[in-house]
């Protein structure tokens, strides 16, 4: 067996390092910030799960989805329901590091605006009522609040863009927080 690094396996030119390094680098870099994230904990702000009317978050103008406000997708049928719960952490470098975490419920960016997948989406954020953006993963960073309070909300969403809703009721999960 040769060794991959021996100077015989080496084409002409510049040598390339292993990957070995970087990937300890990038593996201690992932430690530290769960770590921050983690001992930061103390910073998590008072948060609450609900399920909230879809009326009472409007979306900001704009972005074509004004229309699909009004319309829902019942999860009442799907043989497993999605539950969404999120929480909001400072970040130590500025801004806030929203959590969203979900089961029964896949982000899927490459599907949004196709047929929908039961249990497939993506999601919005929006604060103090006035959407932010999609969401298609369990992190999302607000670079910054104006001082004072604040609700974070964040919905589920079908490929389609409807809302998912359970009762009737849009699937929503607040978080609030206090910038000071």
Do not use: C
Not at 57 to 80: E, R, T, Y
Request: hydrophobic share 35%.
């Amino acid at each position: 067996m040769t060794d991959n690094n021996s100077s015989t396996d080496q084409p002409d030119g510049p040598t390339q390092r292993p990957h070995r390094g970087s990937l300890l680098v990038t593996f201690i870099g992932g430690a530290l910030i769960g770590a921050s994230v983690f001992w930061t904990g103390s910073e998590l702000l008072e948060t609450t799960a609900e399920t909230t009317d879809s009326m009472t978050m409007p979306a900001k103008g704009g972005g074509g989805h004004a229309g699909h406000a009004a319309m829902m997708v019942a999860v009442d049928d799907w043989a497993v329901k999605p539950t969404l719960d999120t929480a909001i952490y400072a970040d130590p470098v500025g801004g806030w590091n929203l959590n969203v975490k979900t089961s029964n419920f896949t982000f899927d960016a490459a599907a949004a605006g196709r047929d929908n997948v039961e249990g497939n989406g993506h999601a919005h954020v929006y604060v103090n009522g006035m959407k932010l953006g999609r969401i298609y993963g369990a992190w999302y960073h607000i670079a910054s609040l104006p001082k004072g309070r604040h609700e974070i909300s964040v919905s589920l969403y079908a490929n389609d863009h409807r809302g998912l809703a359970l009762g009737g009721t849009k699937i929503t999960s607040t978080t609030k927080v206090i910038v000071e």
